[in-house]
C-alpha cells in the first residue's frame, strides 16, 4: 500500500473540521420552505474533561442529526454547557480559585474536546448557563412567572446535606444521602422559593400519553410514579379534648372502620400540643428531635417504623371510636395531610406498626386467609362496618365517602405525591434570586431594568449554612424599588436545574439578545424531534423541564404542551463491568484514543459495539477492529481506483451475473441501513450492513465498464451511508473519488424495492434446537417446500435415523426447527 494514498487520520480530521467551519455545514437558520429537524444531547456539566459517557452521547446525536441532514431535513443540533453548580464551588474552594474562572477554563477545554471528535454542531448557538446573558433571561423568566403565581416563598422543612451545605430538592436524595457526593442529609427549617409545578400536576400526568411511542417506557412509568396520582377521601377526625380536629387522606375509605389509631408526622402542628403537660411530653419531644434528623426518604424507605403515643384521642366519624394518636417517623407533613389513619388489618405498614407496639387489629374487609399472620389488601365483602356490612368494597368506597359528606366529616378528592419543587440554594454559584426583602413593603421583584443581579466577585467561599453572599454587604445592601427605603437582597441562588429546564428553549433563539425567548423561533423549531441522554434524569429534570415548558406555553413564549417529542435514554459505557468512573479508577481517555486511532474510529466504536439504548462494554481489540474496518474502506478507493468509473462514465446495464448480484446488495444494503436509520436508531445494525457491502465489493472482479460504473455507484452510496458515523473518511474519499460537492450536504441514497428484494434466502436448520445445518432457498418458497426440503436434507438426515418427527416449526426466512424424538 505503501505506493498509494495513506490513511493519515491525524491529518485528514483536523483539515474537514476547519473545512466544515469554514463553510458554515452546520448552521442553523429557520427556513419556512423546509422540514426541521431539533436534534439535541443533553448539555454536559463542564467538570474539566470530557469522558467516553459523553463522547458516546454526543456520537449518537450526530449521527442522528447527520442522517437527518442527508434527508433533507434542516438540522439544529446545538451545544453548551450546564455550567453552575456545587461541584465548581467546592473545586474552587479547593483549589483557591474563583469558580468562574475554573468553570470557564473547563468550557475552553472540552469545547476543543468536542471539535476534534468532528461534531456538527452549530457553535454559534453555544451558550453557558453561568454567562450573564443567559441568568439575566432566567432572573426575567423567574419574575414573569412569580408575577403569574407559579413563584412563592414559604417556611418548610427541607433536605439538607451536611457536606455540601446547601438544600436539596427531594428528588435529589437517594436512600437518606446526597446525589451527588453520598453525603448525609438531615431535615431543617428554612425559609425557601418555590415553583408551583403541582399546579401543573394533572397535566404533567395526563400528558405522558401524548409521550407514549416516543419515550421509554420505563421512563413514563418512572414519571407517573413521581407524580403519584391518587384518588380517594379527606376525612375529618375530631379530638374533643383539644377542640380541635384532624384530617386525613386515605384511598381507602372502604376501611375506616377498621382504623385503630391515628399517626401525624412529627412536624404536625397538633404533635407537641396534644401532649402539652402529660406524662408523654418529654418522649413526644424526644421523639421528635430524633427524627429531625431523618431526610424524608429515609422515613418512608422499607426500614423499621418508629413511633411514640402522644396521649390524646381522635373520634372514628363514622362508627364514633375513639382511637389514640400516634406519632409516626414514616408519616410526612409534605404528603397529604400529615395523618394517617391507621388500619392495620388491612395495610402492611400499620400491620407492622401495631403488632411492634401492641395496637389493636381489626379486620374489615372479609378474606379467607384471615390477617393472623398478615394484613389483608386484596378486595372482599365489608364485615364490622355497621350499616355497611356485606358490602363489595368497591361499592363501600363511594357509599361510605358520600356519608361523610352529608355529615361534613369528609369529600372525594385527589391527592399527587409531586410536592412543589424547592428552588432556593444557600450556595454562591448559581444564578442569584432576584427580589428584594423590604421591611415596609415585604418581598419585591428587581425592576427589569435593573437586571441581571450580577455575582459579585472576590467572595469567601466556605461551606456554611449561609450563603456566601450574605457576607457581602454591598451586594446584601439595596433600596426597594417601590418605596425607596433601605432594603435587602435575597441571597439564595437558584437550583441549577432551573438552567437546564430551558436552555433548548434559548438555543432556538440564542441571535435575539432582547428577550429570552422568540416566538417565531420556537413556533419553527419547537418540539425537540430527538433528545438523547441518561436515564438518571428521568424524574428530575425531564419533569421539571416538562413543567417550565408549560408554565412558558402560559405565558406566550411557545405554543406547545410538551418539549421531547422523542426521548432516548443511552446506555452506560462499562470497563470490566463496571461505569467508568474516577474514584473506580477504569477511565478510558477519548484524548488518548483519538491520538492513536482517530476520531472515526472512536466514533464507529462507540456506534458499533452496542444499540444505543444498551450498556456498552468498552474493548480496545473493538477499536482496533473499527480501525482495520476504516482501513478496508481507504483501500477500496486507494489501491484499485481502476476498478471505478470515473464519474462522467456509462450507468451499469447489462451487467453480469455477478454484477448483478453486486448490484441487489447494494440496493439491500442501503435498505437495512435507512431502516437501521429510523425508528430505535439500531447504529450497530446500519454498520453491519455496510460492512457486508465492503466484503462483497472486496472480492468483485468484474472490471468491464458497466462494472466499473456499477462498482463507483457502491462507493458513491457507501460513503453516503458511512458518513453519519465516521465523517472525516467519507468527506475524504468522497474527494479522492473525484466529486467536489461537501458530503455532509449530500442527499441520502435510496434504493429500488425491486432491486432490494432477495432471489434467494439462507434457512438456518436445527434439530431439537441445535443447528444441524443451512440451505439457501427461494425467497418466495411456500412453508410446506421449505419442510419437505430440510427433512430430505443429506446433512439432516443423519439426525432423524431412528427418530420420529413430533413436528416442525418454520420460522419465515429465519429457520426451521425439526422436532423429534425416539422412534
Known amino acids: 500500500m505503501s505506493a498509494h494514498k495513506q490513511y493519515r487520520f491525524a491529518e485528514i480530521e483536523p483539515q474537514w473540521q476547519k473545512t466544515w467551519q469554514q463553510r458554515n455545514a452546520f448552521r442553523a437558520t429557520v427556513d419556512a420552505q423546509r422540514p426541521k429537524f431539533y436534534c439535541l444531547e443533553m448539555l454536559p456539566y463542564p467538570s474539566g474533561r470530557v469522558h467516553m ?3 458516546r452521547n454526543y456520537a449518537i446525536g450526530d449521527a442522528i442529526a447527520r442522517y437527518k441532514a442527508m434527508q433533507g431535513y434542516n438540522v439544529l443540533h446545538p451545544m453548551g454547557w450546564d455550567a453552575f453548580g456545587l461541584p465548581a464551588e467546592n473545586a474552587a474552594i479547593a483549589h483557591n480559585m474563583d469558580p468562574g474562572q ?7 477545554y472540552m469545547k476543543q474536546q468536542l471539535k476534534r471528535l468532528g461534531f456538527s454542531y452549530d457553535w454559534e448557538r453555544e451558550l453557558a448557563t453561568c454567562s450573564e446573558e443567559y441568568y439575566a433571561f432566567e432572573q426575567q423568566l423567574f419574575i414573569e412567572l412569580y408575577t403569574k403565581g407559579l413563584v412563592y416563598r414559604k417556611k418548610a422543612q427541607v433536605n439538607w446535606c451536611t457536606q455540601c451545605q446547601t438544600v436539596l430538592a427531594n428528588e435529589q436524595v437517594e436512600e437518606g444521602r446526597c446525589w451527588r457526593d453520598g453525603s448525609e442529609v438531615v431535615a431543617k427549617d428554612l425559609e425557601q422559593w418555590f415553583f408551583r409545578i403541582t399546579e401543573y400536576a394533572d397535566e404533567l400526568l395526563a400528558d405522558l400519553e401524548k409521550l407514549q411511542g416516543g419515550w421509554p417506557e420505563r421512563v413514563i412509568a418512572m414519571q407517573r410514579h ?4 391518587s384518588t380517594g377521601a379527606e376525612i375529618t377526625f375530631a379530638i374533643p379534648e383539644a377542640s380541635t380536629t384532624v384530617t386525613v387522606f386515605t384511598t381507602r375509605p372502604d376501611t375506616l372502620c377498621g382504623a385503630t389509631f391515628m399517626s401525624l408526622a412529627p412536624e404536625h402542628p397538633l404533635a407537641q400540643q396534644l401532649c402539652a403537660g402529660k406524662e408523654t411530653q418529654e418522649t413526644v419531644k424526644q421523639f421528635i428531635e430524633k ?9 418512608t424507605s422499607d426500614k423499621e417504623k418508629e413511633g411514640v403515643f402522644t396521649g390524646a384521642y381522635a373520634i372514628n366519624p363514622l362508627n364514633g371510636q375513639s382511637i389514640p394518636i400516634w406519632l409516626g ?3 410526612l407533613m409534605e404528603y397529604g395531610t400529615g395523618a394517617v389513619m391507621a388500619v392495620p388489618g388491612h395495610d402492611q405498614r400499620d400491620y407492622e406498626f401495631a403488632r411492634k407496639y401492641n395496637l389493636p387489629i381489626k379486620e374489615v374487609i372479609s378474606s379467607e386467609a384471615g390477617i393472623e399472620q398478615e394484613a389483608w389488601t386484596g378486595p372482599g365483602t365489608l364485615i364490622n362496618s355497621g350499616e355497611f356490612d356485606g358490602l363489595d368494597n368497591e361499592m363501600a368506597k363511594d357509599a361510605i365517602t358520600e356519608k361523610l359528606a352529608r355529615q361534613g366529616t369528609g369529600r372525594k378528592t385527589e391527592n399527587f405525591r409531586l410536592r412543589d419543587w424547592g428552588i432556593s440554594r444557600q450556595r454562591y454559584w448559581g444564578n442569584p434570586i432576584p427580589m428584594i426583602h423590604c421591611s415596609h413593603c415585604g418581598v419585591v421583584p428587581v425592576p427589569r431594568e435593573q437586571l441581571p443581579v450580577k455575582l459579585p466577585k472576590g467572595v469567601k467561599l466556605q461551606g456554611s449554612e449561609e450563603s456566601p453572599l450574605a457576607t457581602v454587604p454591598e451586594f446584601v445592601n439595596t433600596t426597594c424599588p417601590t418605596c425607596g427605603r433601605e432594603a435587602k437582597r435575597e441571597t439564595d441562588t437558584m437550583d441549577t436545574f432551573v438552567e437546564s429546564s430551558w436552555y433548548f428553549h434559548r438555543y432556538a433563539c440564542q441571535e435575539d439578545k432582547t428577550q429570552p425567548i422568540n416566538r417565531q423561533a420556537m413556533d419553527y423549531w419547537m418540539d425537540v424531534d430527538q433528545y438523547i441522554g441518561g436515564v438518571e434524569h428521568a424524574v428530575m429534570h425531564l419533569l421539571y423541564a416538562r413543567f417550565f415548558h408549560k408554565a412558558l406555553r402560559d405565558l406566550g413564549y411557545v405554543g406547545t404542551d410538551e418539549p421531547f417529542s422523542r426521548l432516548l435514554t443511552q446506555g452506560m459505557v462499562l470497563l470490566g463491568g463496571k461505569k467508568m468512573s474516577k474514584s473506580v479508577g477504569n477511565i478510558v481517555d477519548p484524548d488518548e484514543m483519538v491520538e492513536r486511532y482517530g476520531a472515526d474510529t472512536v466514533r464507529l466504536f462507540t456506534l458499533f459495539a452496542s444499540p444505543p439504548e444498551k450498556d456498552l462494554e468498552w474493548n480496545e481489540s473493538g477499536v482496533e477492529g473499527a480501525f482495520r474496518f476504516l482501513g478496508r474502506l ?5 489501491e484499485q481506483p481502476e476498478r471505478y468509473a470515473h464519474p462522467d462514465q456509462t450507468e451499469p446495464c447489462n451487467l453480469s451475473e455477478s454484477a448483478r448480484l453486486l448490484q441487489q446488495k447494494l440496493h439491500q444494503t442501503i435498505k437495512r441501513v435507512s431502516s437501521s436509520m429510523e425508528g430505535n436508531y439500531h447504529f450497530n445494525t446500519a454498520i453491519a450492513a455496510t ?10 472482479e468484474d472490471t468491464t465498464p458497466a462494472a466499473q460504473a456499477l462498482y463507483r455507484q457502491c462507493l458513491e452510496a457507501l460513503l453516503k451511508l458511512l458518513n453519519p458515523f465516521v465523517p472525516h473518511i467519507c468527506e475524504e474519499l468522497w474527494r479522492d ?10 442527499p441520502w441514497p435510496s434504493y429500488d424495492e425491486a432491486l432490494a428484494k432477495a432471489d434467494t434466502i439462507t434457512m438456518v436448520i436445527q434439530v431439537n434446537g441445535k443447528v444441524r445445518g443451512k440451505i439457501d432457498v427461494p425467497a418466495d418458497i411456500e412453508k410446506n417446500e421449505m419442510e419437505r426440503l430440510s427433512l430430505d436434507h443429506e446433512r439432516i438426515q443423519p439426525y432423524l435415523q431412528e427418530m420420529q418427527v413430533a413436528k416442525v416449526i418454520v420460522v419465515p426466512g429465519k429457520l426451521v426447527n425439526i422436532v423429534v424424538k425416539p422412534a
Not at 413521581?226 to 396520582?229: C, H, M, Q
Not at 427524627?291 to 422515613?299: A, G, P, W, Y
Not at 460492512?691 to 468483485?700: A, C, G, I, K, S
Request: net charge positive.
Open 53 to 55: 459517557g459523553h463522547v
Open 102 to 108: 475554573w468553570t470557564w477554563s473547563n468550557i475552553d
Open 226 to 229: 413521581w407524580i403519584g396520582k
Open 291 to 299: 427524627v429531625r434528623k431523618q431526610d424524608s426518604i429515609t422515613r
Open 329 to 331: 417517623n414514616f408519616v
Open 634 to 638: 481507504w483501500r477500496l478507493v486507494h
Open 691 to 700: 460492512m457486508e457491502l465492503v466484503n462483497e465489493m472486496n472480492t468483485f
Open 737 to 746: 473519488i473525484g466529486q467536489t460537492s461537501l458530503l455532509a450536504r449530500e
